[in-house]
């Protein structure tokens, strides 16, 4: 096992990785841009060291300097989490040459899997079905005009270089097409540098389900079943749960074979997952393998039962997977819930400020794996996710409600979050009946949106108001500024903006 591991990332999952390093008896070196002086992975790390300013160009994306700190701080190995530095291959080489070991795929696995047309190319080499799509990039709108009349509208441009939704866009009819083209390109070459964009068919109402792939240095791979993702906004993932209602043990099993050959063609080791298409007939569709843990891998955790973080660590230490394929069938049902800064009230805007108060909930089959505290400043520096709540529960239905008991008792105050959107989705009759696919939160996300207070946040305010009421009437009445004034905005002489929470249930103070 290793003795020292550097953590190349910040937020709840440096958090994550540290804690699995302690269960392991492994020191942990943290690493911490400007911003993040007083981040909680700064402390519960053995050590820390001040890698550069706040923004990560300059701090967390510096591969170089990360390397450099983990020689000199007398690491053996560097885990650097999602997101950043986590799927380049360039970086993972660079580890490796530096003497050190990457605790992830080798540099290759994440060369072969790095483009998405290189991907599906080699998906289709070892028998996955994709989606119908040319499998290089086209050069003119002539070709894609050409290639998308052959699939039939909608088809959905892409860009090969593609992460995070961008260069994607939707083409219903061939006179849309080739402004659609133009602006995808640009947006690919401002992402990514490159402004290769292929053509798909786009699938109508799928889900978006993923296997959990684990591998070792031996050539042991397992497949450790499917997650569902279709909760998404703008092609963002905002609620994951395991197992998926549309997969029978039958289907996971061929989806399980499916993504464990598409990880064999690509020589992986370590974590990854197998992201797929599911159509409403059952026919399902390779789209990418990401090369590095998942935001949610949690939910997989919870009913699996193991932790896929030390696990990841063990075999990037040459310790052979101890388990067989017969060894995984989901146990009970496991929800996550990404805790955002953005207003859901308010077209999911960033929010930012400083956390004032933090309760979080507890009680049986709730984890929380969280980046903030009381007094964390939530800036724009970095990703708006600042905490995953998970539960665990026998049953879809028990995990459903055992979420929103968690949400209800989960307060964060000082900054606007998804917490409340959260709580509607777990409410809404489709979300409980499983009906949905990728496109249901873009239909639903006006009426989950819209004005209607929770009954916690009811409460909470009923309480602002007579506490502000209260205020008012003894002490320092001048000094408050009138209710009506900047709006939602901290009052710097009370703390917790109790009159600003009132004034937004719309209750008088
Ligand atoms: P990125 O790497 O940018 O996240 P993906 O290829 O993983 O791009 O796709 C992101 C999301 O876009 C998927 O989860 C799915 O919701 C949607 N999507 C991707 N390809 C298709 C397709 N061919 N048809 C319909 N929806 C798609």
Redesign the pocket.
Known sequence: MFSKVLVANRGEIALRVIRACQELGVRTVAVYSEADASAPHVREADEAVLIGPAPSSQSYLVGERLIDVARRMGADAIHPGYGFLSERAWFARAVREAGLVFIGPPAEAIEAMGS?TAARQLAMAAGVPV?PGNAEGVRDADEAMAIAASYGYPV?L?AAA?????G?RVVRQAAELSEALASARREAQNAFGDDAVYV????EG?R?VEIQVLADTYGTVLHLGERE?SV?RR?QKMIEEAPSVAVTPELRARMGATAVAAARAAGYVNAGTC?F?LDRDGQFYF??MNTRIQVEHPVTELVMGLDLVQWQIRVAAGEALPFAQKDFAPRGWAIECRITSEDPANGFLPSTGRVEYLHLPSGPGVRWDGGIEAGSEVGLHYDPMLAKLIVHAPTRALAIARMRRALLELTIDGIETSRAFHLRVMDDPEFQRGDIS?QWLEHRVASLTAPQRDPATRRLAAIAAALVAHEERTAGRAARPAPSASDGAPSASTGPSWAAVARREGLRT
């Open positions: 998405k989606v959905l892409k593609g992460g995070g939704g961008k994607m798909e068919k786009y699938i799928p978006h993702c998404q092609h992201e298409l789209l990418e990728i």
